[in-house]
């Protein structure tokens, strides 16, 4: 019979929706979670609040740093699995504030993969939270970014440590044997989403009548994932880990890249409101395009996403509206 699966980063907007998830299909979930402020912790708090009764599910308040915690949750609890999505995420604030990166990032990493190579025998997977911020800024090409590039032009200290994150998982793949799985996140959007991501705040601002701050000039594209589609992929993944020994890497996204401006148009259409639009400069750090070739990730376990960008802003305009009373 199966053991406990640990989610890290459970009051996140993807580890949030990842655990119910699994806790739909009945497994049992150990949640962690710091609940730190760098963004809104009454939102934190009120995904945390949704596990209120649930079967099978327990919370842990505690730092990923904290190594002996961490390793004690999985050895004790008999945990088989990890899904970890912990981190100090945003591009922008890596520039601000770097060392909270150093410390949640990396020393965070080693901490779970150290708790995984003391876990009982029989653990069987790590799949851990990547960026698609590793592949720089580059060009978009017909076929999307690819797993096999090289990955050594990070262009902020986010995608460097996420990049130093793979590496550090390739080493202890090969050191102790136990299979983990890396997955390069494309942008991620949908209810209960982050208030730093540039779809929430625009929702935010066009709702209030406020003028939104366009960077790039508006000639950015992103590669806008469901938060619906990400979930399965990450579980199709869990469910299909590598060889002993191995260390896989698999971009997870939408594979359609849609432009900035495209990208505010449909949400001034789901919200029913033209923005007042500042053209900026694109800001350091950022990247211009990303876009997903996810032949891997189907490969493995047949992921394709069905969510486009006008019924997903649409789902999230919705949810926005009701959560804040918009």
């Known amino acids: 019979m199966p053991g406990p699966i640990l989610v890290t980063g459970v009051a996140g907007f993807i580890g949030h929706a990842t655990a119910h998830r699994l806790l739909e299909r009945g497994e049992t979930v150990i949640g962690v979670d710091s609940v730190n402020d760098y963004y809104d912790v009454a939102l934190k708090e009120a995904r945390l609040a949704t596990f209120d009764g649930k079967t099978g599910f327990t919370f842990h308040r505690v730092d990923i740093t904290d190594s002996?915690?961490?390793?004690?949750?999985?050895h004790d609890n008999g945990v088989d699995r990890v899904v970890h999505l912990a981190a100090q995420a945003g591009v922008r604030y890596s520039i601000e504030n770097p060392f909270a990166y150093e410390r949640s990032n990396l020393a965070g990493h080693l901490s779970i993969m150290e708790a995984?190579?003391?876990?009982?025998?029989?653990?069987?997977?790590?799949?851990?939270?990547?960026?698609?911020?590793?592949y720089g800024d580059k060009p978009?090409?017909?076929?999307?970014?690819s797993e096999d590039e090289p990955a050594a032009a990070p262009v902020s200290l986010y995608a460097a440590t996420k990049r130093a994150c793979e590496l550090m998982s390739q080493s202890y793949a090969k050191l102790y044997g136990f299979p983990q799985t890396g997955l390069r996140f494309f942008t991620v959007y949908g209810p209960w989403g982050r208030p730093d991501m540039a779809y929430?705040?625009?929702?935010?601002?066009?709702?209030?009548?406020?003028?939104?701050?366009?960077?790039?000039?508006?000639r950015m594209a992103r590669d806008f994932t469901y938060i619906d589609d990400i979930v399965d992929g990450i579980i199709g993944a869990l469910d299909h880990p590598p060889e002993r020994g191995a260390n896989r890497i698999l971009n997870i996204g939408d594979s359609h890249p849609v432009g900035l401006m495209e990208m505010i148009e449909t949400l001034e259409e789901a919200i029913g409101r033209k923005a007042k639009k500042i053209m900026r400069p694109m800001q350091p750090g950022d990247v211009t395009a990303t876009f997903a070739d996810v032949s891997r990730l189907n490969a493995v376990?047949?992921?394709?996403?069905?969510?486009?960008?006008?019924?997903?802003?649409?789902?999230?305009?919705?949810?926005?509206?009701?959560?804040?009373?918009?």
């Open 200 to 218: 929430f705040s625009f929702t935010q601002k066009l709702i209030r009548g406020e003028a939104i701050e366009v960077f790039g000039e508006g």
């Open 301 to 326: 376990c047949g992921y394709r996403p069905k969510v486009m960008l006008k019924e997903g802003l649409g789902k999230f305009a919705a949810w926005y509206r009701d959560f804040y009373g918009a």
């Open 140 to 145: 978009i090409d017909t076929a999307g970014f």
């Open 68 to 74: 002996g915690a961490m390793a004690g949750l999985v």
């Open 116 to 134: 995984c190579r003391h876990a009982p025998e029989g653990f069987a997977h790590l799949v851990y939270a990547s960026s698609s911020s590793v």
